[in-house]
């Protein structure tokens, strides 16, 4: 068996995300290669071949494969699919857009969200959000499957020597055009590849008290800052801040909760996070159950006081 991991990257380098769907595909009992689909990407295949536990990295590289539209990569995974027993993409954006395609053509069953293999035919996936976890079997001659990056470590980027093969890449499918990007520009780590994330929720009030609050936390700690669906929805926060379910998932080593109750919503995009803090005037709030630390406390007193203290 061999399994075909889909890298994510841009152009230049290997994105986080692509480092865990390579641990879960060894996971799978499988050889792991790796297809680096894009323009004027050989640096991304290179770091791609330095990836332990990769044993070969495809590079398609060609003018329609530059921005990732997904029918174009859909269609440079399909045109070498048959090699494959497995084809893994990370749960991100450009996975959940290219995977369902890929999945829909080879007339297969998409497995989504795995955060554990079982064996190479079955896997565990969280449902009804994280509230419990499903076993799926599946037949399929090929499994197409995302990957949840925070069930599995990262693979190391360095150590490994892949040989990199170039294969052909395909005509512009001709159903989509690259019109632009805005990309968000910060000095704080992305949210999802933070090792140390500080989140708030609505009891902040605004969005005033929640820089005024909680920026200075996260400046001390060199943290990224996430927030609430309720924080969001307010105006408190920018969408791309949003932890949970329908937002980002995350994994710190550290989290930090601020006047975030803890609905289902939220605990289902942090929960996994090694360390969890929370910070809530009321005992009752559904984020203790889940937290290592608990500070029952107004946090218009507790966090300025936390950022004193360090």
């Not at 050889?31 to 770091?47: I, T």
């Not at 200075?216 to 700690?221: R, S, T």
């Not at 605990?267 to 937290?291: H, Q, R």
Request: proline share 4%; aromatic share 4%; glycine share 8%.
């Amino acid at each position: 068996m061999t399994a075909l991991v889909i890298a994510e990257h841009d152009n230049n380098s290997i994105k986080g995300a692509t480092l865990n769907t390579v641990t879960a595909a060894a996971a799978c009992g499988a050889d792991v290669h790796v297809l680096v689909a894009g323009a004027n990407a050989a640096a991304a295949a290179q770091a791609a071949a330095q990836i332990a536990g990769v044993a070969k990295v495809l590079h398609a590289d060609g003018a329609p494969l530059a921005e990732g539209l997904a029918e174009n990569v859909a269609a440079q995974v399909l045109a070498i699919a048959g090699n494959y027993s497995h084809i893994l993409f990370p749960s991100t954006a450009m996975g959940k857009n290219v995977a369902p395609r890929v999945a829909a053509k080879l007339d297969v069953a998409q497995i989504s969200d795995i955060i554990k293999v079982n064996s190479p035919d079955t896997f565990e996936r969280p449902i009804y959000a994280g509230n419990a976890i499903a076993t799926v079997q599946s037949a399929d001659k090929v499994k197409v499957i995302t990957v949840r990056t925070t069930g599995f470590d990262a693979a190391a980027a360095t150590g490994g020597s892949a040989a990199v093969e170039s294969v052909a890449a395909v005509a512009d499918a001709g159903t989509s055009s690259f019109v632009g990007r805005e990309v968000t520009k910060s000095d704080r780590p992305e949210l999802t590849g933070a090792k140390i994330i500080v989140s708030g929720g609505r009891a902040l009030g605004s969005s005033d008290k929640f820089t005024e609050l909680l920026t200075p936390l996260a400046d001390k700690l060199g943290a990224a800052l996430g927030a609430s669906r309720a924080a969001v929805d307010a105006g408190y926060a920018p969408n791309d801040w949003q932890v949970g379910q329908t937002g980002k998932i995350v994994a710190p080593q550290l989290y930090i909760a601020a006047g975030i109750s803890g609905a289902i919503q939220h605990l289902a995009g942090m929960k996994d996070s090694k360390v969890i803090v929370a910070i809530n005037k009321d005992p009752e709030a559904p984020i203790f159950s889940v937290a290592d630390y608990g500070l029952e406390a107004d946090i218009f007193t507790a966090v300025p006081e936390l950022v004193k203290a360090l």
